[in-house]
Structure formats: C-alpha cells, structure tokens
C-alpha cells in the first residue's frame, strides 16, 4: 500500500528476489503468473516487492485508503494485514455471512452481486486496484463478492482495522470519501439502469472501464474487458443477446474494434463518452 512507476502498458513485471527464491513455491508461481499480464488479466500496477515487502513500499498505496497514513502510521496497520489470493471465479465473501474480514484489492479485480432465490443476478459494483469493500456497518456483508481475474487483496480483520480506524481521523475521512464515491456510483447506476438504452449502457459500461484502466495504469489500447458476456448483461440489466447486439452495432458504427470477445480497440472515444451520456 506507496507511490510507485505505473506501467502504461502490459509488460512483464519481473519477480522480486523473494518470490525468485521461492522456487516452487505456489504462491510464489501464482503471484509472478499474475504480474506477466496474462491474456484478460485486469490491470494492475507494477509495483515492486509488493506482496513480501513492507505498506510502504506497495505501488497502490496511493489509490487506497491507506493513503492517508504515513510511513510510520502503516506500521499499525501492516501489523494486522494479511494477503489473500483468489483465481478466476473463485468466492470472497457471501452476501449475509458475518464480517469478519475487509479488504483492499492490489491487483486483479472483484464482482459484487446481489441474487436472487431462481438464480437471477444482478452485479452491482466492479473493484479494480485500490477499491475497499467488506466494512459495514451492521456487522454482515450486503453483497457477494467473486474475482474477475487471479486477484491479490490486503486482508484485515474487521475489529482490529476498527481500532485503527479510530486512532487516525484521516484514515476515516478517506473512508467516508470513499464511502461517498460509492453512493455517487450507485446513483450512476440507477440512472443506467432506469433510463439508458442498451446501446448508451454499453457505452457508459466501457467509458467507465477505460477510465479506471487509465487510472491504475493498465492498457487501454486494447482494452481489457474483464467480464464475460453474461457477466455485463447482469451488470447492465440486459440479456446476453442485447449486450451483443449492442457491440455489434457499436462496431458498425465505427466507435470500437474487436479481435477477441475480450478486447476492444476504442476507435471514436469523443463518441463513446457523447453515447454513453445519452447524445
């Protein structure tokens, strides 16, 4: 969890010399598989030695809440952190289960879901590096949560990350800003939901992607859509047949590429963002 050289492309992320003397180690194999960028990899920044080294030192620190601490107000935080790794499509956390945990995502990404008793689900937020989620307020989580990709995440329990919460007021205003990014979010979403076309929520959907890729430093040249087709339509509130149509009709129009089902090129981005905001 500081600052650190972001990649402006997919490069290959050399293993520190601890994940190298680990050999065979496993965790050590899966966190160098995930830093080579493979194929539909979410973005991640290139971070040195930010697994096996010290809160200082990690190159999202800067995109998260620890953000607000200083090198020697990690310590009492990186005193509680543990890490977590999760392949494609594997559970973090269930939606009603006790909260035992938070999370910071370091690289990967996250889904979290709300369903249905028949199986309908509707996702409704996307967590890229730097995104927290997992500390509510009323002791149970409000949503499940699944990794789009191989994902790293800094772990803390939910009691003692409390009482560090409580000893610094700017870790707590980084909270709430955080807090009011997500309900800014939300109401984002709503109005997709409620009003858009399939067309202009497809849009909104990969200006946003494109916008977060940006941020964390990924590619976006191609673009890396992280989500399967079904995943978007449960994202969007479509079927898996209109969120294909719409990127068929995206690329007649000229506003995007696509070589893979899981990457664009944006050719027109002035016409994405005047779409999406339902021009």
Same mark, same amino acid.
């Given at each position: 969890?500081?600052?650190?050289?972001?990649?402006?492309?997919?490069?290959?992320?050399?293993?520190?010399?601890?994940?190298?003397?680990?050999?065979?180690?496993?965790?050590?194999?899966?966190? %160098?598989?995930?830093?080579?960028?493979?194929?539909? $990899?979410?973005?991640?920044?290139?971070?040195?030695?930010?697994?096996?080294?010290?809160? $200082?030192?990690?190159? @999202?620190?800067?995109?998260?809440?620890?953000?607000?601490?200083?090198?020697?107000?990690?310590?009492?935080?990186?005193?509680?952190?543990?890490?977590?790794?999760?392949?494609?499509?594997?559970?973090?956390?269930?939606?009603?289960?006790?909260?035992?945990?938070?999370?910071?995502?370091?690289?990967?990404?996250?889904?979290?879901?709300?369903?249905?008793?028949?199986?309908?689900?509707?996702?409704?937020?996307?967590?890229?590096?730097? %995104?927290?989620?997992?500390?509510?307020?009323?002791?149970?989580?409000?949503?499940?949560?699944?990794?789009?990709?191989?994902?790293?995440?800094?772990?803390?329990?939910?009691?003692?990350?409390?009482?560090?919460?409580?000893?610094?007021?700017?870790?707590?205003?980084?909270?709430?800003?955080?807090?009011? %990014?997500?309900? &800014?979010?939300?109401?984002?979403?709503?109005?997709?939901?409620?009003?858009?076309?399939?067309?202009?929520?497809?849009?909104?959907?990969?200006?946003?992607?494109?916008?977060?890729?940006?941020?964390?430093?990924?590619?976006?040249?191609?673009?890396? @859509?992280?989500?399967?087709?079904?995943?978007?339509?449960?994202?969007?509130?479509?079927? @898996?047949?209109?969120? &294909?149509?719409?990127?068929?009709?995206?690329?007649?129009?000229?506003?995007?590429?696509?070589?893979?089902?899981?990457?664009?090129?944006?050719?027109?981005?002035?016409?994405?963002?005047?779409?999406?905001?339902?021009?």
């Amino acid at each position: 969890m500081a600052g650190g050289s972001y990649a402006q492309r997919n490069v290959y992320c050399p293993p520190s010399p601890r994940a190298r003397a680990a050999g065979s180690n496993p965790a050590g194999k899966r966190l %160098d598989a995930l830093r080579s960028f493979n194929a539909g $990899a979410l973005p991640c920044p290139t971070y040195r030695n930010a697994i096996a080294s010290r809160c $200082a030192r990690c190159g @999202i620190r800067w995109l998260g809440v620890c953000a607000a601490l200083d090198d020697a107000e990690l310590r009492g935080l990186e005193a509680i952190m543990s890490h977590r790794h999760l392949d494609r499509g594997q559970s973090l956390l269930v939606d009603g289960d006790r909260a035992d945990f938070a999370y910071n995502v370091i690289a990967g990404g996250i889904k979290l879901f709300k369903s249905l008793s028949d199986g309908r689900t509707q996702i409704t937020g996307i967590l890229l590096a730097g %995104d927290f989620l997992g500390l509510p307020l009323r002791g149970t989580y409000a949503y499940s949560a699944e990794a789009l990709a191989d994902t790293v995440l800094c772990q803390f329990p939910r009691e003692p990350l409390q009482a560090v919460f409580e000893k610094h007021a700017r870790l707590q205003a980084r909270l709430l800003t955080a807090a009011t %990014d997500d309900l &800014s979010a939300a109401q984002e979403h709503m109005l997709l939901l409620g009003r858009k076309t399939a067309v202009e929520r497809l849009c909104s959907f990969l200006r946003n992607l494109l916008e977060r890729t940006e941020r964390v430093g990924g590619t976006v040249d191609p673009l890396t @859509i992280p989500l399967l087709r079904n995943e978007i339509a449960d994202y969007l509130g479509l079927t @898996i047949e209109t969120v &294909s149509r719409a990127f068929t009709l995206l690329r007649q129009a000229g506003l995007i590429s696509m070589n893979r089902a899981d990457e664009i090129i944006v050719l027109d981005r002035m016409a994405l963002e005047v779409t999406a905001n339902g021009g």
